[in-house]
């Protein structure tokens, strides 16, 4: 069989070592060592941690980022409606997989504090998919389709904040499972969000 190219299996072993041991333990060294490749090599993609943590992030977790680009670009394509769906949907996986990853920051201030930088630097972060969902929503509302007053800012953090805390919040519980299926869940995030923001009742 085949070897996969060197890249594609840096990038298997850092999304498999950062769900397991968390971001702030997965060196390079240990990276490069799951990939079968010196750390040398992993450099050669990768001109850092925080640079392959954001291609694990667009690359092997769900893409919100990229559903959020398409819609600003054609926002008018589906309803209202059916857009916020597919966007809770995705936000919704990406959190479930992007919270285990880099919670083992939050127990290294120092380290936290250089990868926030190098986010900073990469003009990433976990700010990006709400500006990317207000925009989605301000053009919408430019179209009509959503009510001239609303705070699409309000809205876009509402509907991701509560993708976010469904993420980790049932942790403690005995099953770990939310009380809602999915698509429940989605459904009833986005109806509750567009009952305060949309031009009128009914479809969307």
């Known amino acids: 069989m085949q070897q996969k190219p060197t ?63 398409r819609l600003v670009a054609h926002p008018a394509e589906r309803s209202v409606e059916e857009n916020l769906t597919e966007i809770a949907r995705e936000a919704a996986l990406f959190y479930a997989q992007s919270f285990p990853i880099a919670a083992s920051l939050y127990a290294e201030p120092r380290l936290k504090q250089r990868h926030d930088a190098a986010m900073r630097e990469l003009g990433r972060g976990p700010h990006m998919p709400i500006r990317g969902l207000d925009a989605y929503l301000r053009a919408e509302q430019d179209a009509g389709r959503i009510r001239a007053g609303a705070d699409t800012y309000a809205a876009a953090s509402l509907l991701l904040g509560a993708c976010a805390q469904r993420a980790f919040a049932y942790d403690m519980t005995a099953d770990g499972m939310p009380p809602q299926p999915l698509d429940a869940f989605v459904r009833g995030i986005v109806r509750t969000i567009l009952h305060g923001i949309s031009v009128a009742t009914g479809p969307r």
Not at 19 to 37: D, F, M, Q, S
Not at 41 to 50: D, G, Q, V
Request: charged share 25%.
């Open 7 to 69: 890249r594609v299996r840096i990038l298997d072993a850092a999304h498999e070592l950062m769900l397991t041991i968390g971001l702030a333990r997965a060196t390079t060294k240990e990276i490069a060592r799951a990939a079968g490749c010196s750390e040398a090599a992993l450099y050669k993609y990768f001109t850092s941690k925080e640079e392959l943590f954001v291609a694990v992030l667009m690359e092997r977790l769900p893409r919100l980022n990229p559903v959020l680009d």
